[in-house]
């Protein structure tokens, strides 16, 4: 029999599943909030959290060599930071 707690985050989860679904039908600026804030929970699932170190290890890998390519070196980062997002989306879509 399920508990207090566990038909709670069954209607959370029915109710968020609703407001995305319809935040894709009609879109707008607040749907891609809605949406990207999902996307953002999703991440933190145990199948991802794996990718965890591997991600903080590739993105914080980097520094500058010197005080006057800060600049340069946070542009790169953003870059590499970019790439690797979506290197990450692009194969898991595949998968």
Known sequence: ???????????????????????????????????????????????????????IGYIGGYTPASEETAGEGRRQVWAQSLGFAAGVAFTLTLL
């Not at 599943?17 to 600026?29: R, Y």
Request: proline share 5%; net charge negative; aromatic share 8%.
């Open 1 to 55: 029999m399920l508990n207090a707690a566990q038909l709670w985050l069954y209607h959370l989860e029915q109710w968020a599943t609703e407001l995305v679904q319809f935040q894709l039908q009609h879109l707008s600026p607040v749907s891609l909030l809605v949406v990207g804030l999902a996307g953002l929970l999703t991440s933190l699932s145990p199948c991802t959290l794996s990718m965890l170190p591997v991600t």
